[in-house]
């Protein structure tokens, strides 16, 4: 009953497109340091990239037997002005009878009641390589499990680089999660497991408690969850926040003003970064008049302008030395390279990138960095163009 009240809507909605009141027209709007992007619909291209021909036919025609639907609710019968005959037509666009947000809008679901879904557990595979075995568990053990459902190869498929063609809702390509996550990674945030048990970290693997909020004091041992990070969308499928950031600072790696967050923000305290920026949800950053390692707490990368990619910033962008995506990395502490694909790396307006490392190493405590953990070739940061150890890969 419930598949013929779809049926029926969903013809309707066909209808009106075939009287041309229903076209939607899609802005595109791309991803700028000043503007906020437009909401960006899937499109069928990016329903296909997951749901490959085969199983969505054999999908769709089980419904005959598990539904009792017939060939005309789902086919038709149109002219074709060549032959001037009735010819049969499937239909291949799956937002003529699906939503394009069918899936965006039910992220509150998964994420609330993931013990009744399915998911996933990943196989292994070596630092930053896609991993491409899963194997089904049902109900889900741990949350991850659920999301790994779809952001993972297990949905996409091969994405050597981690990046899926998909684009999202808020205007980026869909990466991979579980490549992310990956404890053979050299950092990343305790999803699967504690920082201690991170076999690709080296020491020291944890934070110190001070680099963490009260309610994150457990450096090593304690987990965490996706949710921790996202949130549902606040109704229906507007007025969202972008990435599903859950609050209540939901800004990375922009500020509400659209530029990028700087080292300067917070030590000039401007911007509202105490109550915006999204990593102070759970990372001090600065506190009590006081950095938490001694790479923020340098002069240098809090004063003054910086001319990145043609770009001049007010103190060093964040993104200047992490990742976007701050999920896990192939290089420690979250840090990025210039040679990094985007969305792990941030395209600047004028198509350059914000990331200036070549070369980085953990230093032996948070306060222990030196000018020689860090290289690179980019002007601004010129006490760091030799280079003087072995960096990560
Ligand atoms: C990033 C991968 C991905 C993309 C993109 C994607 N899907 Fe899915 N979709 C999945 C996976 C995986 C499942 C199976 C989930 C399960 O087994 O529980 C699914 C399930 C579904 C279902 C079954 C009901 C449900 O909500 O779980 C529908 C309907 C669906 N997709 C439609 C679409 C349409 C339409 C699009 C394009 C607008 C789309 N999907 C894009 C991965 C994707
Ligand atoms: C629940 C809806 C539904 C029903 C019922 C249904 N189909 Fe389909 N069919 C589809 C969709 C959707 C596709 C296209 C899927 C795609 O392109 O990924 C499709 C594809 C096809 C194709 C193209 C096959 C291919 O491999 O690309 C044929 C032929 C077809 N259907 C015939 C039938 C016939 C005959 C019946 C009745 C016995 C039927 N369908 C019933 C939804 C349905
Ligand atoms: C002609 C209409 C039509 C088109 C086109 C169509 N679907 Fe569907 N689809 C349906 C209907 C009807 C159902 C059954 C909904 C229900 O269970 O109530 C369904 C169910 C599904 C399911 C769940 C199947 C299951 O096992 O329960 C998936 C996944 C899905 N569609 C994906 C897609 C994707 C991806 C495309 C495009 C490639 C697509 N559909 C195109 C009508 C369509
Ligand atoms: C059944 C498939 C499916 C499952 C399960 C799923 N997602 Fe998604 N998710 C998608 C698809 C498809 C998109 C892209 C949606 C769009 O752009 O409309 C997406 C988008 C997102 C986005 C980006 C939204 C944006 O603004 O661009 C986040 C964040 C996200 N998912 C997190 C999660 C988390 C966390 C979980 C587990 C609790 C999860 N997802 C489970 C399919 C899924
Ligand atoms: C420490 C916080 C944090 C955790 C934990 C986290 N995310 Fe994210 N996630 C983010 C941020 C910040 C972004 C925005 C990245 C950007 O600006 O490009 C993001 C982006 C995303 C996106 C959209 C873009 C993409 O790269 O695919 C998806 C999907 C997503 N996260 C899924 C997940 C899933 C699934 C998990 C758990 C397995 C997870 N996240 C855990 C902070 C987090
Ligand atoms: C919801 C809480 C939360 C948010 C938000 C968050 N983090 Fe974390 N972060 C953690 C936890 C928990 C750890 C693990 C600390 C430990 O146990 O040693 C961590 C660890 C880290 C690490 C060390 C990872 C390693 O393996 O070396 C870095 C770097 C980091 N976070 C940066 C960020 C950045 C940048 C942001 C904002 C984009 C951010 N975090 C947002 C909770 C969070
Ligand atoms: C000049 C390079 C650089 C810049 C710019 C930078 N970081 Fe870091 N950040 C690092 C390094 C290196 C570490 C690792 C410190 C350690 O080993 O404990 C780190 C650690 C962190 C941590 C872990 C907790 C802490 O306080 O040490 C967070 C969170 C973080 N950065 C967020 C940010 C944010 C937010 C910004 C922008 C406001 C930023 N970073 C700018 C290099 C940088």
């Not at 009878?97 to 557990?121: M, R």
């Not at 609050?247 to 000039?268: E, F, I, K, S």
């Not at 509202?272 to 950053?285: E, M």
């Not at 290289?375 to 150890?389: L, N, P, W």
Request: with cysteine.
């Amino acid at each position: 009953m419930k598949a013929r009240r779809l049926l029926k809507r969903m013809y309707q909605g066909v209808c009106f497109l075939l009287l041309g009141a229903g076209v939607a027209v899609l802005s595109i709007a791309l991803e700028t340091g000043t503007a906020t992007p437009t909401a960006l619909a899937l499109t069928v291209a990016d329903c296909r990239v997951c749901h490959t021909s085969g199983n969505n036919v054999e999908r769709h025609h089980n419904l005959i037997a598990t539904k009792g639907l017939d060939c005309l609710d789902c086919h038709k019968m149109v002219l074709d002005p060549v032959s001037n005959t009735y010819v049969f037509a499937p239909f291949r666009d799956c937002t003529d009878c699906h939503s394009t947000s069918v899936h965006y809008d039910k992220h509150g679901f998964y994420i609330a009641n993931w013990q009744t879904q399915s998911g996933v557990t990943p196989g292994t595979a070596p630092l930053w390589t896609q991993i491409m075995t899963f194997s089904l568990v049902n109900p889900a053990m741990n949350q991850y499990q659920v999301c790994y459902k779809c952001h993972s190869y297990n949905a996409f498929g091969s994405a050597p680089t981690g990046v899926s063609p998909v684009v999202s809702r808020s205007g980026i390509k869909l990466t991979d999660q579980a490549m992310e996550f990956n404890p053979n990674n050299r950092s990343a945030h305790p999803i699967q497991v504690p920082l201690n048990s991170q076999t690709g970290s080296y020491a020291p693997k944890a934070l110190r408690s001070n680099q963490m909020t009260l309610a994150w004091t457990n450096v090593g041992t304690q987990t965490m969850k996706c949710s921790d990070c996202h949130a549902a969308p606040p109704s229906g499928s507007t007025g969202a926040t972008k990435f599903l950031l859950k609050g209540p600072r939901t800004y990375w790696p922009y500020n509400r003003n659209g530029r990028l967050w700087t080292l300067n923000d917070v030590r000039g305290n401007t911007n509202s970064w105490s109550t915006d920026l999204f990593c102070v949800n759970c990372h001090p950053i600065y506190s009590g008049g006081t950095w938490k390692n001694n790479v923020h707490d340098d002069g240098d990368h809090l004063e003054g302008s910086y001319t990145i990619g043609g770009i001049r910033h007010n103190g060093i962008p964040c993104v200047s030395c992490h990742v976007e995506v701050p999920h896990g990395y192939r290089y420690s502490r979250l840090i990025g390279y210039d040679t990094d694909p985007a969305p792990y790396a941030t395209i600047q307006s004028n198509g350059t990138k914000a990331q200036a490392l070549k070369g980085f190493r953990k230093a032996s405590s948070p306060f222990n960095y030196d000018e020689g953990n860090c290289y690179s070739t980019v002007g601004a940061c010129d006490e760091h163009d030799s280079r003087s150890m072995t960096y990560d890969w």
